[in-house]
């Protein structure tokens, strides 16, 4: 079967560092994809894993470890634009197979 | 460069009517696939089109149907909508080689 799981909600402050987790079963593994969607709007392109180890993007990062079906996102120096749901998403034979999604929000 | 671009932006519809959705892709992708999200829930995968041809499909059924044009661009097609058909319905674009997904800005689908 295919499982996606990473939290529901997360709360932090402006000028924080957060993470994300996101643990996943799935039958196929082509790459570990972290987007970020605000309400209404389309997921917009954050990060791609597909290899063990750290990506480093400006102020977010992502990491993945295969062998224990386990990625995070990182978000430093935390600003209030950063108020959005964030999709852990495994790529599967020609398409996408998400997470339900964490909706973060930033207080001041 | 435009993005993805679909149409209509929010659409409202009666029980048991049918629905077409269009989605253009970004500038130079050649592969085309849909997602529904529900309210609080992440996008789940209805179908891709390659070549004018459905290449794989979800676990949705035979009600959702679609189509692509030979310029890339597709539809998505529902009959006989049901009040859970109501959600987001989100166009992806893609190079048939890459890995690279662009989303479109989604259909808001309400069923009434």
């Known amino acids: 079967g295919q499982n996606i799981d990473q939290p529901t909600e997360m709360t932090a402050t402006e000028g924080a560092i957060v993470q994300i987790n996101c643990t996943y079963q799935?039958?196929?593994?082509?790459?570990l994809f972290w987007y970020q969607q605000h309400a209404g709007e389309a997921p917009t392109f954050l990060s791609y894993?597909?290899?063990?180890g750290l990506e480093e993007k400006g102020r977010f990062s992502s990491f993945l470890s295969r062998s224990k079906g386990y990625s995070y996102l990182l978000l430093k120096e935390l600003q209030m634009k950063d108020s959005a749901s964030y999709l852990c998403?495994?790529?599967?034979?020609?398409?996408?197979?998400f997470g339900t999604g964490t909706r973060l929000q930033v207080f001041p | 460069d435009a993005g993805v671009t679909q149409s209509p932006t929010h659409l409202i519809k009666t029980r048991g009517q049918q629905v077409t959705l269009r989605c253009s892709p970004k500038?130079?992708?050649?592969?085309v696939s849909w997602y529904q999200q529900a309210l609080g829930q992440g996008p789940q995968f209805i179908f891709q089109?390659?070549?004018?041809?459905?290449?794989q499909r979800g676990n949705f059924p035979d009600r959702f149907s679609g189509h692509q044009f030979p310029n890339y661009s597709s539809e998505l097609n529902v009959n006989a909508l049901l009040l859970g058909d109501s959600a987001l319905y989100l166009c992806?674009?893609?190079?048939?080689?890459?890995?690279?997904?662009?989303f479109g800005s989604g259909t808001r689908l309400t069923v009434v």
């Open positions: 992806a674009s893609s190079l048939r080689t890459g890995n690279g997904y662009t």
């Open positions: 799935t039958s196929g593994f082509n790459g």
């Open positions: 894993n597909v290899l063990d």
């Open positions: 998403a495994v790529g599967g034979t020609d398409k996408l197979i």
């Open positions: 500038s130079g992708h050649d592969t």
């Open positions: 089109y390659y070549e004018e041809e459905e290449r």
